[in-house]
């Protein structure tokens, strides 16, 4: 069955520009996760859904950064004025989401977000 | 202090050797922990989740987790060129918390 997807793949912007990473999670999924992943660290968490709801938030680094899963399946990860900073590859995972240890996250391919 | 914890490497092994790669993590709330592998330019995927103290063994994989001392280990028998990769330690760190924590990752590098 299809993964996690994620588009575009690649984004160039400008410093101070808005953008919008969209991840599609695994049919069926009703947990989304946003990380991001700077070069040579772990994948850092950024926010989490169970259906439509931000369950947590407590990652996102400020209050440039948002997203949304409003029909709870496809979501929307948004940045404003984007700093040189935000540069990484911001990952999207999903998982069943039922209360336990073991529910596990697959990851999509990532938005590798570069900021001139 | 990093809560997840991981020697970056790399750590080479010979091929058909195993492979050991270790992590420590800080929080004794901590309550499953996952192996991912991510080859270079790829994004993260599963290879096993522990959340019993002992082993857990999955075909040339086996994860180690002793609680008392905060680590958990994956030992890969007759380790490949093609396993080759970023090993990346996650624990999923406080009790009703779904993020995971990731360690920075150890690369392994199987010389054939």
């Known amino acids: 069955g299809a993964g996690v997807s994620q588009t575009p793949s690649n984004k160039v912007t400008e410093k101070g520009k808005y953008v919008e990473l969209r991840c599609d999670p695994i049919s069926g999924h009703t947990a989304l996760y946003w990380y991001r992943q700077s070069l040579g660290q772990g994948p850092e968490f950024l926010i989490y859904f169970q259906g439509t709801g931000a369950a947590d938030d407590s990652g996102l680094p400020n209050d440039r950064f948002f997203a949304v899963r409003p029909e709870g399946s496809v979501s929307t990860l948004k940045i404003q004025r984007t700093e040189r900073g935000d540069s990484a590859v911001y990952l999207c995972?999903?998982?069943?989401?039922?209360?336990?240890?073991?529910?596990?996250?697959?990851f999509g391919p990532g938005t590798r977000l570069t900021v001139l | 202090q990093k809560e997840v914890e991981q020697n970056s490497g790399p750590l080479s092994v010979p091929e058909g050797a195993i492979a050991s790669l270790n992590c420590t993590y800080s929080?004794?709330?901590?309550?499953?922990f996952f192996w991912y592998r991510q080859y270079s330019g790829k994004s993260p995927e599963l290879i096993m989740f522990?959340?019993?103290?002992g082993d857990k063994e999955d075909g040339r994989f086996t994860a180690q987790l002793n609680k008392a001392s905060q680590y958990v280990s994956l030992l890969i028998r007759d380790s490949q060129p093609s396993d080759s990769a970023t090993y990346l330690c996650a624990a999923r760190t406080t009790t009703g918390r779904r993020a995971l924590t990731f360690g920075s990752g150890t690369r392994l590098q199987v010389q054939p």
């Open positions: 929080d004794r709330g901590s309550q499953s």
């Open positions: 995972a999903s998982s069943l989401g039922f209360v336990g240890s073991t529910d596990t996250q697959y």
């Open positions: 522990i959340y019993s103290n």
